[in-house]
């Protein structure tokens, strides 16, 4: 599967290189570069796009005001910001409304690619980086989330089942989680019954990335615990979403 790409930054060199760094990589290709954040919702709808390449200082919007349209527009598509503005505000935002990843200039190419890959990963439901380099990596992000939220570490409750009594897994690929897996499992029960939820709800709910929580609702499917349900609106791909089985 090629990861179908769309660069947003209006700085003519930035793009050129992004574009170049992209097209080096196995299963990614570039559709287009936009110089603007006006029209980046429209294009989407136009084109088949998996991932964005957004940055925040645009001529004309800011890139968070970018995702945050397309996010209430209904538009789940992978969007990642590449960009020099590492104010706390901005972070928390972008973290917020479900940015997949965030780079802040100047950056390595190690990195870009690592960030690509785990969208690679998180668009074919299947892990494209080192398990162990990933934990890290989504502690990390777990973290950052959290902290940017203001929030403390969850510690379950005394006394609540543990993954055993739920009938999940005891022993867990490398690069999940078992609190992290137990925190999905309790979002997709407390959607109710038959009630689909996405991976960006899941994520919201959590406090955790939507990559992550992407990687553990494909894992509770793959386990018969989770069914996968996509769902066709206006902009043609289906999201994916899923709805508790186990018990």
């Given at each position: 599967?090629?990861i179908?790409?769309?660069?947003?930054?209006?700085?003519?060199?930035?793009?050129?290189?992004?574009?170049?760094?992209?097209?080096?990589?196995?299963?990614?290709?570039?559709?287009?570069?936009?110089?603007?954040?006006?029209?980046?919702?429209?294009?989407?709808?136009?084109?088949?796009?998996?991932?964005?390449?957004?940055?925040?200082?645009?001529?004309?919007?800011?890139?968070?005001?970018?995702?945050?349209?397309?996010?209430?527009?209904?538009?789940?598509?992978?969007?990642?910001?590449?960009?020099?503005?590492?104010?706390?505000?901005?972070?928390?935002?972008?973290?917020?409304?479900?940015?997949?990843?965030?780079?802040?200039?100047?950056?390595?190419?190690?990195?870009?690619?690592?960030?690509?890959?785990?969208?690679?990963?998180?668009?074919?439901?299947?892990?494209?980086?080192?398990p162990?380099?990933?934990?890290?990596?989504?502690?990390e992000?777990?973290?950052?989330?959290?902290?940017?939220a203001?929030?403390?570490?969850?510690?379950?409750?005394?006394?609540?089942?543990?993954?055993?009594?739920?009938?999940?897994?005891?022993?867990?690929?490398?690069?999940?989680?078992a609190?992290?897996?137990?925190?999905?499992?309790?979002?997709?029960?407390?959607?109710?019954?038959?009630?689909?939820?996405?991976?960006?709800?899941?994520?919201?709910?959590?406090?955790i990335?939507?990559?992550?929580?992407?990687?553990?609702?494909?894992?509770?499917?793959g386990?018969?615990?989770?069914?996968?349900?996509?769902?066709?609106?206006?902009?043609?791909?289906p999201?994916?979403?899923?709805?508790?089985?186990?018990?």
């Open positions: 599967m090629t179908k790409t769309l660069v947003v930054d209006d700085d003519f060199a930035v793009a050129r290189m992004h574009r170049r760094f992209v097209e080096a990589l196995d299963g990614f290709e570039v559709v287009a570069v936009l110089e603007r954040g006006e029209p980046v919702a429209r294009f989407l709808a136009e084109h088949e796009v998996d991932l964005v390449l957004l940055d925040v200082h645009l001529p004309d919007r800011n890139g968070v005001e970018v995702l945050q349209d397309l996010r209430a527009t209904g538009h789940d598509v992978a969007v990642v910001m590449v960009t020099a503005a590492s104010e706390r505000d901005t972070v928390r935002r972008a973290v917020g409304l479900g940015v997949d990843g965030y780079l802040v200039k100047p950056f390595s190419r190690e990195d870009f690619n690592a960030r690509l890959l785990e969208i690679a990963a998180l668009v074919q439901g299947a892990d494209a980086t080192d162990d380099q990933q934990e890290l990596e989504q502690a992000i777990d973290q950052l989330v959290r902290g940017a203001g929030r403390a570490p969850e510690v379950p409750p005394a006394g609540a089942p543990g993954p055993a009594e739920q009938g999940l897994p005891g022993r867990l690929p490398k690069g999940f989680s609190p992290t897996l137990q925190l999905v499992t309790e979002s997709l029960q407390r959607a109710g019954a038959g009630v689909d939820v996405s991976a960006r709800e899941v994520a919201a709910d959590c406090g990335s939507r990559v992550s929580a992407r990687r553990y609702l494909e894992f509770l499917t386990q018969d615990l989770a069914e996968l349900r996509p769902r066709y609106g206006a902009a043609g791909r999201e994916h979403r899923y709805v508790w089985t186990g018990r």
